[in-house]
Structures are given as structure tokens and as C-alpha cells.
């Protein structure tokens, strides 16, 4: 087949590779033909991705490391860059929310919503970045933010800030590095039914993935599946996005379309009169 994505023989690490939307994007970058490092905090959940990624016949690597904590961050990326010979595509997952309203939020679960999902962005990033920009590799980077970020966020307040300038710091990065010819994007989800997710909810009783409590608000009323954001991460980092660059894919089923009030109501005797509730 045509290497329609441009991946093929392509070095790409991802960054929480090693379960949910991080073991899809690793699965579907093997497809496209990329070589690909998968990176977790958990060295046995990464071994067995790769493992499943040299089924497509590409090599794949493991690399354990903890991507909130700076130098581990960047070791993980130097180790990366060094088992597949450089690196063209880079993809990081990771981000965990915690749950408390705003007068009830601590400074240190703040900051630990920071770390989780905001700080390590910019320690991968920069570390990439630097081989990119040393290799001369006209590379590309795809940062998961969330549609919290987007809206407000009851009771993951910091979460939601996170996220937020998640986006921010990626539009700054593809303004900086844009000149070096490396494009930084984002996807935003909504709701996805990783395993983490999927074992919340069963622990609150809630096993029916398609129940309509599981997809409140969503137009096209079901949860999304891993793969349904791995491909547009892998779309984003691949030669058909080549003039995309700080940008965010917003993946949420369709809630942004949805009128938030329940439809337009007609005023009086105006039902179909071709009226509007605006003017």
C-alpha cells in the first residue's frame, strides 16, 4: 500500500503507551509502519504493547520512566531518540484528573494536577524538541488535552486549568519551534472508555458502557473508544496534517454541537413563521 501517512520507517515514541489511548496510538502507529518506543511508569503494561507492536513486523522498544518527574522525563526521551536512531514523532497520553470542588481543593493536589497533566508537556517537549532541532528533523508532537479544558470544570477544577494550558503551551510551542519546521497539535476528548475510566465507573456500579448516564450530553450518545483518539493524534504527527500546526482537534462525539438550553423554544404564535430566538 501507498504510505499514505508518511510514517513508514518513521522513529515515534508514546508517551503512556502502555494502556487505553496510549496502547491504541502505539498499535496504530505500528500499522502506519512506524518504528515506535513505548514509554509507561509501568515496565511490564509497556513490555506487553511492544510485544504487540513487533507483531506488525516494525521494531518497537520499552522504556519505563515517570514523565512528572523532569529528569525522568527527559531520560526518557534520550532513550528513545537513542534505540530507534532519532525521532519524528512524538506522542504523550499522560494525564490523570483529580476529583474536589474549588473550595475544597489543596495547594498540593493543585499541584499535583499540574504535574500530572500540564509540567511534563513541557519537560518531553523540550527534550524532543532539542533532538529535533539537533538532528534537523522536521519532526512533530501531538499533546492530549481534554474538552475540560475547554469548558469549565466542576469539581476537577485544576484539571481543567491544566488542560487549558495544555493548549496554551502547545500553540507556543509550535509559534517557537515552527521554525525549525517541527509542528506541535493537540486532540481535546471528551469521555473515552480507557480501562482506568471504564474500572471508575464499574466501582460506582456503573457497568452498561452505553448507558445513557455514560454518555450525558453527547449527540451521538455512546462513550469513545481508544482508537477513536488515536487516530487523529497519528493523523496529527503524519505527513497529511504537514500545514497544521498549533492547533487543537476537538473529539467529543459531537457535544459542541449541542445547544446547551435543549433546543430553541418558538415565542408564542411564532412556531414555524421562520423566526428566530436570537433576533
Known sequence: M????????????????????GRATALLLAQAGADVAVADVDAAR??????????????????????????????????????LGGLYAVINIVGLASWSQLLDLDL?????????????????????????????????????ASVSGLYGAPNHGAYGAAKAATMALARTMADEWG?????????????????RVVAGFAAQGLTDMQAPIAADGVPLARWGRPEEIAGPLVFLVS??????????????????????????KPFGNDAGSGGSSES
Open 108 to 144: 498540593a493536589m493543585w499541584e499535583l494536577d499540574l504535574r500530572q497533566n500540564l509540567t511534563h508537556h513541557l519537560h518531553v517537549g523540550r527534550a524532543a524538541a532539542r533532538h529535533m532541532i539537533a538532528d534537523g528533523t522536521q519532526g512533530s508532537l501531538a499533546l492530549v
Open 239 to 264: 505527513g497529511l496534517a504537514g500545514f497544521m500546526t498549533g492547533q487543537t482537534l476537538v473529539v467529543d462525539g459531537g457535544t459542541q454541537a449541542r445547544f446547551p438550553h435543549g433546543g430553541a
Open 46 to 83: 509497556a513490555e506487553e504493547v511492544c510485544q504487540e507492536v513487533q507483531g506488525y513486523g516494525v521494531k518497537a522498544v520499552t522504556i519505563q520512566g515517570d514523565v512528572t518527574v523532569a529528569e525522568e522525563a527527559v531520560r526518557v526521551v534520550d532513550e528513545a531518540h537513542a534505540a
Open 2 to 21: 501507498t504510505d499514505v501517512l508518511g510514517l513508514h520507517g518513521r522513529p515515534g515514541l508514546v508517551v503512556g503507551g502502555g494502556s487505553g489511548i
Open 179 to 195: 521554525p525549525h519546521g517541527i509542528r506541535v497539535n493537540c486532540v481535546a476528548p471528551d469521555i473515552i472508555a480507557t480501562p
